[in-house]
């Protein structure tokens, strides 16, 4: 890992940011035309049911193919490999379509008893549709792992884009005469176009050969390995159904505030967690099979800092300036004031959340990496039901505010879980050195958000949201710079070490 953090760290989180912040102007664009309504309500709570597929093949793919990929090229048999996988995934779309769109009445209905009749009617075609992008998403999903595999992150994250601002302008140039079907349909279309994209890029490399013959015995390890891998994924998405249906016993509007705030507060765990997680995952596959686990080690040792130094002082920085964050990002249009306010109460309860998963992402591509990926599945199932029972006493304790709460604490259980089952599973890591960083790091954090706040609340407090969060953004991103600088903290070192090689 030590020696890949540079320039190619540099693109991909250009793109990824790039890729994250369309997804965040998709909310914005449906934050302005259907605000906190039953309409957006409607649209979010079906938008879970077909994504759980999405994800299912999305980073069930990337966790998967890539390490299968890689030792099927070392054996000269890449193009074949991948082949096996691509046609079979086209039968599996084409039947999961098929079947999701049949059974989006039913599983509406059942999920979400409390919705209106417009409300359900709305999210089942919508779900409908959504499905029908089923084959599409399965073929992107493979294509998008070899691109990873081959280290050509950036056409990946590129290609998920497009699917995401095809949504967008869906909703933009349709949202008068189609509602909230702008973005379903936009959706399907981008799926397409981002096919047809790729396509110039494998046929150049000469990788793709349909005509391959299916080989059962080698496609059925495959999914051995896959399934358990894609199931663990869809483990997030049922924890945001459970707090959907939570969400829809309350007023309208809550199952908007829940997803909104949920997608802004993990804003850097999507930037720079699943970033730093996906550019280390083919270095510790190729560790591996070389069989060299000192470095196996450090990788994951040097990921976990490197994370943990990155997303932490975000995370506090959000914190302190949320709401004028949620002003800025989504008031205007259809969505008020007292949505914002809303909005803010409910993503201060995500912020758990969003340190645990990233940190978990590392010891999670060291599991899948040992083809150990069951051992997530086993402790995502059990959190399904911790979540289900955390909804249940949080929201009678302390109403819908308790849905975050929830994903927090599964979210620390989750992390600790999977961290003393991976670090057992290699033989122990250096955890001395990492609580050392941890905590230099922590300490730095602690100093930057406390001048944050002071400079918010005594000096910047006339401000206007926009230049209030430059300001404190600029000066907290020095004063942690100098603090992690004067703490000699190990991870700065290794990433401008890095940069310096690269460059």
């Given at each position: 890992?030590?020696r890949?953090?540079?320039?190619?760290?540099?693109?991909?989180?250009?793109v990824?940011?790039?890729?994250k912040?369309s997804?965040?102007?998709r909310?914005m664009?449906i934050?302005?035309?259907f605000?906190?309504?039953y309409?957006?309500?409607?649209?979010?709570?079906a938008?879970?049911?077909?994504?759980m597929l999405?994800?299912?093949m999305?980073?069930?793919?990337?966790?998967?193919l890539?390490?299968?990929?890689?030792d099927?090229?070392h054996?000269?048999q890449?193009k074949n490999?991948?082949n096996?996988i691509?046609?079979s995934?086209?039968?599996?779309g084409?039947?999961f379509?098929l079947?999701g769109?049949?059974l989006?009445?039913?599983?509406?209905?059942?999920?979400?008893?409390?919705?209106?009749s417009?409300?359900?009617s709305?999210?089942?075609?919508?779900?409908?549709?959504l499905?029908a992008a089923?084959?599409?998403?399965?073929?992107?999903?493979?294509?998008?792992?070899?691109?990873?595999?081959e280290?050509?992150?950036?056409?990946?994250?590129?290609?998920?884009?497009?699917?995401?601002?095809?949504?967008?302008?869906g909703?933009v140039?349709?949202?008068?005469?189609?509602s909230?079907?702008?973005l379903?349909?936009?959706y399907?279309v981008?799926?397409?176009i981002?096919l047809?994209?790729?396509?110039?890029?494998?046929?150049?490399r000469?990788?793709?050969?349909?005509?391959?013959?299916?080989?059962?015995p080698?496609?059925?390890?495959?999914y051995?390995v896959?399934i358990?891998?894609?199931?663990?994924?869809?483990?997030?998405q049922?924890?945001?159904?459970?707090?959907?249906?939570?969400a829809?016993?309350?007023?309208?509007?809550?199952?908007?505030?829940?997803?909104?705030?949920?997608?802004?507060?993990h804003?850097?765990?999507?930037?720079?967690?699943i970033t730093?997680?996906?550019?280390?995952?083919?270095?510790?596959?190729?560790?591996m099979a070389?069989?060299?686990?000192?470095s196996?080690?450090?990788g994951i040792?040097n990921?976990?800092?490197?994370?943990?130094?990155?997303?932490?002082?975000?995370i506090?920085?959000?914190?302190?300036?949320?709401p004028?964050?949620?002003?800025?990002?989504?008031?205007r249009g259809?969505?008020?004031?007292e949505a914002?306010?809303?909005?803010?109460?409910?993503?201060?309860y995500?912020?758990?959340?969003?340190?645990f998963?990233?940190?978990n992402n590392?010891?999670?591509?060291?599991?899948?990496?040992?083809?150990k990926?069951?051992?997530?599945?086993?402790?995502?199932l059990i959190?399904v039901v911790?979540n289900?029972?955390f909804?249940?006493?949080?929201?009678?304790?302390?109403?819908?505010?308790?849905?975050?709460?929830a994903?927090?604490?599964?979210g620390l259980l989750y992390?600790?879980?999977c961290?003393?089952?991976?670090?057992?599973?290699?033989?122990?890591?250096?955890?001395k050195?990492?609580?050392k960083?941890f905590?230099k790091?922590t300490l730095?954090?602690?100093?930057?958000?406390?001048a944050a706040?002071?400079?918010k609340?005594?000096?910047?407090h006339?401000?206007s949201?926009?230049?209030?969060?430059i300001v404190?953004?600029?000066?907290g991103?020095?004063?942690y710079i100098i603090?992690?600088?004067l703490?000699k903290?190990?991870?700065l070192?290794?990433?401008i070490?890095n940069?310096?090689k690269?460059?």
């Amino acid at each position: 890992m030590t020696r890949k953090l540079g320039i190619t760290s540099l693109i991909f989180i250009t793109v990824t940011l790039f890729l994250k912040i369309s997804g965040l102007l998709r909310d914005m664009t449906i934050a302005f035309y259907f605000g906190d309504s039953y309409l957006a309500d409607a649209y979010l709570a079906a938008f879970i049911i077909p994504n759980m597929l999405f994800l299912f093949m999305i980073n069930g793919m990337k966790n998967a193919l890539v390490p299968g990929y890689i030792d099927a090229k070392h054996a000269n048999q890449g193009k074949n490999y991948l082949n096996q996988i691509l046609k079979s995934i086209v039968y599996i779309g084409i039947l999961f379509g098929l079947l999701g769109a049949l059974l989006s009445p039913v599983l509406i209905r059942v999920l979400y008893p409390a919705f209106n009749s417009e409300a359900t009617s709305i999210a089942v075609n919508v779900s409908i549709i959504l499905f029908a992008a089923l084959m599409f998403v399965g073929i992107n999903s493979v294509m998008e792992a070899y691109l990873d595999a081959e280290n050509l992150f950036s056409l990946s994250a590129f290609s998920q884009m497009i699917v995401i601002l095809s949504s967008i302008a869906g909703a933009v140039l349709f949202a008068g005469e189609l509602s909230v079907y702008s973005l379903a349909l936009g959706y399907l279309v981008g799926s397409i176009i981002s096919l047809i994209f790729k396509i110039p890029v494998l046929s150049k490399r000469n990788m793709i050969n349909l005509g391959t013959k299916l080989n059962f015995p080698e496609l059925s390890a495959f999914y051995r390995v896959f399934i358990p891998v894609a199931m663990t994924v869809m483990v997030g998405q049922i924890n945001l159904a459970v707090d959907n249906v939570f969400a829809s016993y309350f007023q309208e509007g809550v199952v908007t505030y829940i997803n909104y705030a949920k997608n802004l507060v993990h804003f850097p765990q999507q930037i720079f967690g699943i970033t730093i997680a996906t550019i280390m995952f083919p270095m510790l596959a190729k560790a591996m099979a070389a069989n060299d686990e000192p470095s196996f080690k450090r990788g994951i040792e040097n990921g976990l800092n490197v994370m943990y130094l990155v997303v932490l002082p975000a995370i506090v920085g959000m914190f302190v300036l949320m709401p004028n964050i949620i002003s800025l990002v989504y008031q205007r249009g259809a969505f008020s004031e007292e949505a914002v306010i809303n909005t803010s109460e409910v993503a201060y309860y995500y912020f758990g959340s969003v340190l645990f998963f990233s940190l978990n992402n590392v010891s999670n591509k060291g599991l899948y990496t040992l083809k150990k990926g069951h051992y997530v599945l086993i402790i995502g199932l059990i959190t399904v039901v911790l979540n289900a029972v955390f909804n249940y006493i949080f929201t009678t304790w302390m109403g819908y505010v308790g849905i975050p709460l929830a994903s927090s604490a599964v979210g620390l259980l989750y992390a600790l879980a999977c961290y003393i089952v991976f670090s057992k599973t290699i033989n122990g890591l250096d955890h001395k050195h990492v609580l050392k960083e941890f905590t230099k790091i922590t300490l730095s954090v602690v100093i930057m958000g406390l001048a944050a706040y002071l400079l918010k609340t005594q000096v910047l407090h006339n401000f206007s949201d926009f230049l209030l969060i430059i300001v404190i953004a600029l000066a907290g991103a020095l004063i942690y710079i100098i603090c992690i600088w004067l703490f000699k903290v190990k991870a700065l070192k290794v990433l401008i070490t890095n940069f310096r090689k690269k460059a």
